[in-house]
């Protein structure tokens, strides 16, 4: 018999499939990076506004991920919530003013949101976990696990956005980068698509750094192995690229002269307030609007505070400033159909209303209250403080306004992609986003809420008049630059000549593509992958 004379150093190693499974950090540490990322992700947002921190707290949340048990991600995924949404919704607790109930809106939604964002941070760990035991080569940790976990991230922020309710798709991670250089990526793949590559970036540098401690301890003796830096290629070329990439284009379309007007009335759900006020209060901010030029006025959500449809007196004044602005008015009320009320916009002209636009998502608990039998049996104080019950709308939401057609977004609304695509399909020139942020004054809300219709304007091109009842307002031209402002509670008027764009960005048509892969499947790709971790794992003796 031959023996085997190969010397043992020429056998291959056998492979390490429990590399990726061992956590980076202990519990401790992951839990206060957890805590660290979110903090530092709401710092990414307004008013802070520094967004080169949301890098930051995605890589401390993956880092915090990585290696741990189901309920142990759980736990850090409950931290990493926590330190985020208490802090990026405390606007919240204003909502009710002076009410002592007034922390439960707050407490309420913050922690509903850690909780959802906890339940799903396994996705990420399996992800971690699954992936490297199917093949633990260089290419799948350095492309296919940053962007498996990417998916995982981004599913995980669907879902948060869209359940329970509707979703609370406010805090999303692309949406911090409004004002960053990689800001144009969303008119290529859509905000959801921006939030994937920042995820995959920071995904991409962990493994890097991981890959080259990993081959230090192994050695680069091994035939045709990878430098230890090579690592940090995939990396390097995805950065450019998201730094890189111009604004997508769109085709020039003329101009439409705005008229653009905060009335600063009490407009907030505790304001005491007589009959008609907020309404004289946008019609006093109006007044210059009679002796100057413009195509169209733009008044705020809740800027009349009776329904024009139902009270002729309302519907009177309406008309008769119409003809004095010699120009419709795109203003907003509660209106009443039948039994239903809606938050609804008009195209009002001095022969009365033209076409309406209802809110599509009206906020759950400020505008309507969800299964009131069941809350109000829980909460009964705070339920039937809130006797509004407004009906979701489902008519297009552009206008057409003779020179242009313009895309409406109210208050809420503006944070939900579905809203801003039927918009552009529908031929929208321009947008207008109606809100009433006086509920929230003196808060980060508006700021954030403003970052948003920043974002809105790159990733369509489209330029965006974006209107509140007390302030902040602002003119967006459509690559995000401010073009006008009015500042927090005064008073005031922008009149612009505003550009108007036509085509559809790559964003707005790849983007429910992208959200679609991106859910199903990372959801798909981890079933695939438990399958086979099951199929490999060794039998019982």
Known sequence: MVKNVIPARFHPPARD??????PLVPAWAALALAVAGGFALDAAFPSLGWWPLAFVAVTLALVSLVGRSLWGSVLVGAAFGAAFYFPHVSWAARFLGDDPL???????????????LAALSPLVTLAYRWLPRWRDTAGTRLVALPALVAGAWVARELVVGSWPYGGFPWGRLGMSQSESPIAPVASWLGVSGLGFLMVALCAGAVEAARWAARRAT??????????????????????????????????????????????????????RRAPQEVLR????????????????????????????????????????????????????AASAVGELVYNTSF?????????????????????????????????????????????????????DLG?????????????????????VNDGA????????????????????????????????????????????????APDGTTQQTLPFDEAGLMTADVELRDGRTAGIVLGPWIQGLAL??????????????????????
């Open 102 to 116: 007034g922390w439960l809106p707050w407490v309420a939604l913050a922690s509903v949101e850690t909780l959802l």
């Open 17 to 22: 499939t429990t590399h990726a499974e061992r």
């Open 520 to 541: 199903w499947g990372t959801l798909a790709s981890l079933a695939v992958l438990a399958a086979g971790a099951r199929r490999r794992r060794p039998a019982a003796v």
């Open 403 to 423: 020179r242009a057609k313009a895309g409406l977004a109210i208050c809420f609304d503006v944070a939900f992609d579905d809203v801003i695509r039927e918009d």
């Open 429 to 476: 020139q321009v947008f207008m986003f109606q809100t009433n942020n006086a509920d929230f004054r003196g808060t980060d809300e508006n700021l954030q809420q403003r970052e948003i219709a920043r974002m809105r304007a790159i990733e369509t091109g489209r330029s965006v008049v974006n209107l509140s009842t007390t302030g902040t307002s602002q003119v967006f």
């Open 218 to 271: 192994e050695g680069d003796a091994r035939p045709l192995s990878l430098p230890r830096w090579s690592g940090a290629v995939p990396v390097g070329l995805l950065a450019v690229v998201m730094v890189m990439v111009p604004q997508f284009p769109t085709a020039d379309a003329g101009t439409l002269r705005v008229g653009a007007v905060q009335g600063d009335g009490p407009a907030a759900f505790s304001d």
């Open 347 to 399: 195209l009002w002209t001095g022969d009365g209303p033209e076409v309406t636009h209802a809110k599509r998502h009206p906020v759950p608990f400020g505008e309507y209250i969800p299964d009131r039998w069941l809350y109000g049996a829980i909460v009964p104080e705070l339920v039937n403080l809130l006797g509004r019950e407004y009906t979701p709308g489902d008519d297009s939401p552009v206008l």
């Open 281 to 332: 209060s946008q019609l006093a901010a109006s007044v210059p609007l009679e002796d100057e030029r413009v195509d169209v006025v733009l008044w705020p959500e809740g800027g009349v505070d009776s329904d024009p449809a139902a009270e002729p007196a309302t519907a009177r004044v309406l008309s008769e400033a119409a003809d004095a602005y010699g120009a419709p008015i795109v203003l907003n």
